[in-house]
Nanobody, 119 residues
Framework: QVQLVESGGGLVQTGGSLRLSCAAT????????MGWFRQAPGKEREFVAS????????VHADSVKGRFTISRDNAKNTVYLQANSLKPEDTAVYYC????????????WGQGTQVTVSS
């Protein structure tokens, strides 16, 4: 089992920045990747960014490319999402998730942290 706890969400004005954190505990040795997803009211959950836990290679959704950056601290088993130039359409609950080696899907999810961007 892996437990995930997100933090860093909040209310920010358009153009502002936030740094989200997600700390993983438990059986983290089998982590192959961590990702950030978000879900806005009335919309489906969507992919934001992911990072390979071994190589550090990253993928960002087109909607956040150039504004958001995912990073990791392996020693702390923590993944970050630096969100800059925030827009009202970035308003959502942001979730982090873990993918384990041998699995093609994200198996463990955090409880989410609310990000609200005011216009």
């Amino acid at each position: 089992q892996v437990q995930l706890v997100e933090s860093g969400g909040g209310l920010v004005q358009t153009g502002g920045s936030l740094r989200l954190s997600c700390a993983a505990t438990g059986r983290t040795s089998s982590t192959s990747a961590m990702g950030w997803f978000r879900q806005a009211p009335g919309k489906e959950r969507e992919f934001v960014a992911s990072i390979n836990w071994f190589s550090g290679s990253t993928v960002h959704a087109d909607s956040v490319k150039g504004r958001f950056t995912i990073s990791r601290d392996n020693a702390k088993n923590t993944v970050y999402l630096q969100a800059n130039s925030l827009k009202p359409e970035d308003t959502a609950v942001y979730y982090c998730a873990v993918k384990r080696y041998g699995s093609s899907r994200y198996e463990y999810w955090g409880q989410g942290t609310q990000v609200t961007v005011s216009s």
